[in-house]
């Protein structure tokens, strides 16, 4: 009797198996299949221009394909992008419409710092814009030991379309305006002269700078194959950084961040998130306006 029980819970086991895998196997199915993302089926653009592939430009086809492999193939990489989409992107596409600037320049960011808070590059720019500290502050961005304002989401993505624009009226090509983005327009302009070049993909150039557009063309046709399959590759990703639901508060002066933020019922680590541009635990005179969460 003892061992036919023991039998019949086996059976059992086997049955709640087998009855769990066909549920993520038939639950997974279609995202499995999502991760060969496909090349681009037409001509491949970048700023309404398509990538040049013909003649003396046989070395793009390579360069693009190196591109769309690293991206489409990094998955750890390329779920981070996903996640942190929501939470920065919806409001640069907005930005870019009302700069005039063309749609594609949302995934610059990405390829800049792939929407991370914490990148530094080795030349010290910073943040998911990499603005260098001088750069900034031609573009009206406080950089010094009490405020970053690189690290303030807002006003560094206003800058860096400022920034875009002033590129697009000496370059007035949009591939030209992100490789001096990436190389510093006075660089970019020196290489042109002297190779007798007028546009990017004629130009021969740095590593970085070789494979910058080509960088963020792939980034772009990534994430398009991801919209086009997001229900099923989300059953993968779990969740997304979604913005908080945040307001303003005008402050003049705060000594101290932390003991404000007891007063005022206010998280301190929320705060210093919400606000990483404040680098001292206070704020100097001045009138400033800073995020909580609602």
Same mark, same amino acid.
């Given at each position: 009797m003892?061992?036919n029980?023991?039998?019949?819970?086996?059976?059992?086991?086997?049955?709640?198996?087998?009855?769990?895998?066909v549920? *993520?196997?038939?639950? /997974?199915?279609?995202?499995? &299949?999502? $991760?060969?993302?496909? @090349?681009?089926e037409?001509e491949?653009q970048? !700023?309404?221009?398509?990538?040049p592939?013909?003649?003396?430009?046989f070395d793009n086809?390579e360069? *693009?394909?190196?591109? /769309?492999?690293?991206?489409s &193939?990094? $998955?750890?990489?390329? @779920?981070?992008?996903v996640?942190r989409?929501? !939470?920065?992107?919806?409001?640069?596409?907005?930005?870019?419409?009302?700069?005039?600037i063309?749609?594609?320049?949302?995934?610059?960011?990405?390829?800049?710092s792939? $929407?991370r808070?914490?990148?530094?590059?080795s030349?010290?720019?910073?943040?998911?814009?990499?603005f260098?500290?001088?750069?900034?502050?031609?573009y009206?961005?406080?950089?010094d030991d009490?405020?970053?304002?690189?690290?303030?989401?807002e006003?560094?993505?206003?800058?860096?379309?400022?920034?875009?624009?002033?590129l697009?009226?000496r370059?007035?090509d949009?591939?030209l305006?992100a490789a001096?983005?990436?190389?510093?327009?006075?660089?970019?302009?020196?290489e042109?002269?002297?190779?007798?070049?007028?546009t990017y993909?004629d130009?021969?150039?740095?590593?970085?700078?070789?494979?910058?557009v080509?960088?963020i063309?792939?980034?772009k046709y990534v994430?398009?194959?991801y919209?086009?399959?997001k229900?099923a590759?989300?059953?993968?990703i779990?969740?997304?950084?979604?913005a908080?639901?945040?307001k303003?508060?005008?402050?003049?002066k705060i000594?101290?961040?932390?003991?404000w933020?007891?007063?005022?019922?206010i998280?301190?680590k929320?705060?210093?998130?919400?606000n990483?541009w404040?680098?001292?635990d206070?704020?100097?005179?001045?009138?400033?306006?800073?995020t909580?969460?609602?």
């Amino acid at each position: 009797m003892l061992k036919n029980n023991s039998l019949l819970w086996i059976v059992y086991w086997v049955l709640f198996l087998c009855i769990i895998w066909v549920y *993520f196997a038939s639950k /997974f199915k279609d995202a499995d &299949n999502t $991760l060969v993302f496909k @090349y681009p089926e037409n001509e491949i653009q970048f !700023a309404w221009d398509a990538i040049p592939f013909e003649w003396n430009n046989f070395d793009n086809k390579e360069r *693009f394909d190196k591109e /769309f492999l690293n991206t489409s &193939n990094n $998955l750890y990489q390329f @779920y981070l992008y996903v996640k942190r989409y929501p !939470a920065y992107i919806p409001y640069i596409e907005w930005e870019l419409k009302k700069a005039w600037i063309h749609d594609d320049f949302k995934y610059l960011p990405i390829a800049e710092s792939a $929407l991370r808070e914490d990148v530094v590059s080795s030349a010290g720019a910073g943040w998911i814009w990499q603005f260098m500290p001088d750069t900034a502050r031609q573009y009206w961005l406080r950089v010094d030991d009490q405020i970053d304002e690189r690290y303030h989401f807002e006003k560094s993505t206003t800058a860096a379309l400022e920034y875009l624009g002033v590129l697009y009226n000496r370059f007035w090509d949009w591939a030209l305006v992100a490789a001096a983005y990436n190389r510093w327009e006075n660089g970019l302009s020196r290489e042109m002269e002297e190779q007798w070049v007028t546009t990017y993909y004629d130009l021969y150039l740095n590593d970085e700078t070789s494979r910058y557009v080509f960088r963020i063309a792939a980034i772009k046709y990534v994430m398009e194959s991801y919209f086009d399959r997001k229900d099923a590759i989300d059953t993968l990703i779990w969740w997304v950084q979604d913005a908080p639901k945040t307001k303003i508060i005008n402050v003049w002066k705060i000594d101290n961040l932390a003991q404000w933020s007891k007063i005022n019922n206010i998280n301190y680590k929320d705060l210093k998130i919400l606000n990483r541009w404040v680098i001292w635990d206070s704020l100097p005179e001045w009138d400033w306006d800073i995020t909580v969460l609602q």
